[in-house]
């Protein structure tokens, strides 16, 4: 049996193998590492879980480290693509202990989540970015990601990419690498665009593929149970009760989540996956999965590609997918790596028939059994029973209530914080002495000093300085006259009624408007 030591691979990262538990070399990585190791352009065609990632990390790793040469802020020495987030994060999990090994430094760009902290990992320097394509072509726009010094490129999952539409934003972003480095292609079809950039991107590359475009029998077993619609979600909780991980899939983000709750509140510990999660919410789900608290991941296409968790020893579509690729990537969450798992697809009567042709383009061929929730054949499917969890809803966060002196200011006595602006839901000046009063909205007057004859006090005129003094007969508002009960002139200026001679109201003026003085006689202002 050939060695990893065989095929190129350094002394140093044969420890980091051995730690891993790679002790000899997948089908997959024992054809493309000769070629890989040598700089060659390689186009790897094999079913997930077949050992793409290692095939393509350790030549990176190898390559890098012998180079020599040093990273630069924004400027990644590797660029490796994959179509989600979840195969991002996975790679990056087997590519870092490999990198770091060599003293190389990795780092994972994607959407979903703030771009801070992704920046400040690349103005460090990187020598592995793996990124999906939204994300790394913002970075690109906004000149946060250099693609000039770029050695080696790898696009990973391929097709996956053709069947969300990625296709274009991939070709804007290989055609600013440069000319004549390495390139790797990893796919499991050659359909929907794949080719072109095979023929456009790849020089001369080298073919290896280990796998038919059909689901690994050999490793797996398929079975179709049909029952009742009225008894679908009573299987589905029995498939579910077992002690092993499994996995369900749905086809809808809102049922995946009302089916993770659901059986939940049944006994099944089970948390959901989809794309109306946030980030945090998926690592946090996805951690409970693969810690063993939660038996169950009920998810929708999301993770049908990307999502590696040991032990998934079932996987059940309980809405059949609407084409066969998505059948054979959903299965391939189970059997993994040469492991074995069941893959149980549920059907409805009025489902039979679409069934049937999905399985037959995905090269599969079982007999359809009528089931109850408790039949043997289910049971068996199912293995021992796990114990019953009491369901525990999740409590609300709770907020601490910071102390008043902590709290940022807003106008006034801190009433209406939090508001835009800090501003206070009270009228500015409202209690503020006459001499304090703000003369704009939501503006602050210094106070004015008293003469010294005292006005200036309650009671007093106490107009700003530099209002302009109104005329007889006029008020301060558009000119209109003064009613009986208004003082015409004198220092009070106040309204007859107004407790404690309140002086007027500040007049309001406009924003980017200066109100000018006028003269101490005369009516024509300056």
Not at 70 to 77: Q, V
Request: charged content about 25%.
């Amino acid at each position: 049996m050939t060695s990893f030591a065989q095929l190129g691979v350094p002394e140093r990262l044969l420890t980091i193998l051995d730690g891993m538990g790679a002790t000899s070399p997948f089908p997959i990585q024992e054809a493309t590492l000769p070629s890989t190791m040598a700089g060659r352009d390689v186009l790897g065609r094999g079913q997930t879980g077949s050992g793409k990632t290692l095939a393509f990390s350790l030549p990176i790793a190898a390559r890098l480290a012998a180079s020599g040469v040093r990273r630069a802020p924004y400027r990644p020495r590797t660029l490796i693509m994959a179509p989600t987030r979840e195969l991002a994060t996975q790679i990056s999990r087997t590519v870092e202990p490999l990198a770091s090994a060599l003293g190389l430094k990795t780092a994972v760009v994607f959407g979903g989540v703030s771009q801070h902290r992704q920046v400040q990992e690349l103005k460090s320097g990187v020598d592995v970015l793996i990124a999906c394509p939204g994300r790394l072509e913002d970075l690109i726009g906004q000149g946060y990601v250099d693609l000039s010094t770029v050695e080696i490129s790898v696009l990973d999952e391929a097709d996956h990419m053709a069947d969300m539409g990625f296709l274009p934003m991939v070709r804007r972003i290989l055609d600013r690498l440069p000319r004549g480095i390495q390139h790797m292609l990893f796919s499991a079809t050659l359909d929907n665009g794949v080719d072109t950039l095979v023929k456009r991107y790849l020089d001369r590359p080298v073919t290896h593929s280990v796998d038919a475009p059909q689901a690994a029998v050999e490793t797996m077993t398929h079975h179709v149970l049909v029952v009742d619609a009225d008894e679908k979600k009573e299987l589905v909780r029995s498939l579910a009760a077992g002690t092993g991980r499994r996995i369900m899939f749905m086809r809808t983000k809102h049922h995946a989540k009302k089916m993770a709750l659901w059986l939940s509140k049944s006994g099944v510990p089970a948390v959901d996956l989809h794309g109306n999660l946030s980030q945090n919410a998926r690592d946090r789900n996805l951690a409970a999965f693969s810690a063993g608290d939660a038996k169950v991941l009920v998810a929708t296409d999301v993770a049908a590609r990307g999502v590696h968790v040991d032990g998934v020893e079932l996987v059940v579509h309980i809405d059949p997918p609407t084409e066969h690729k998505s059948y054979l990537h959903r299965s391939g969450r189970t059997a993994r790596a040469g492991s074995e798992g069941a893959v149980v697809t549920i059907s409805t009567y009025d489902q039979q028939r679409e069934v049937s042709t999905l399985l037959k383009a995905a090269g599969i061929s079982v007999p359809f059994q009528r089931v109850a929730p408790d039949d043997d054949a289910v049971l068996a499917l199912r293995g021992a029973e796990a114990d019953v969890v009491e369901y525990v809803a999740p409590q609300p966060r709770q907020q601490q209530a910071r102390p008043k002196a902590d709290r940022p200011r807003g106008g006034g006595d801190g009433q209406g914080e939090g508001r835009r602006g800090g501003r206070s839901r009270r009228r500015p000046g409202a209690d503020a002495p006459a001499g304090q009063r703000a003369q704009g909205e939501g503006r602050r007057s210094r106070p004015q000093q008293s003469d010294q004859s005292g006005q200036g006090q309650r009671g007093q005129d106490a107009r700003p300085a530099r209002q302009r003094p109104a005329q007889d007969g006029e008020s301060r508002r558009g000119g209109r006259p003064q009613g009986a009960g208004q003082q015409a002139s004198g220092g009070g200026g106040r309204r007859d009624g107004q407790a404690g001679g309140e002086a007027p109201r500040a007049p309001r003026a406009r924003r980017g408007t200066r109100r000018a003085t006028a003269p101490a006689t005369g009516d024509r202002r300056r």
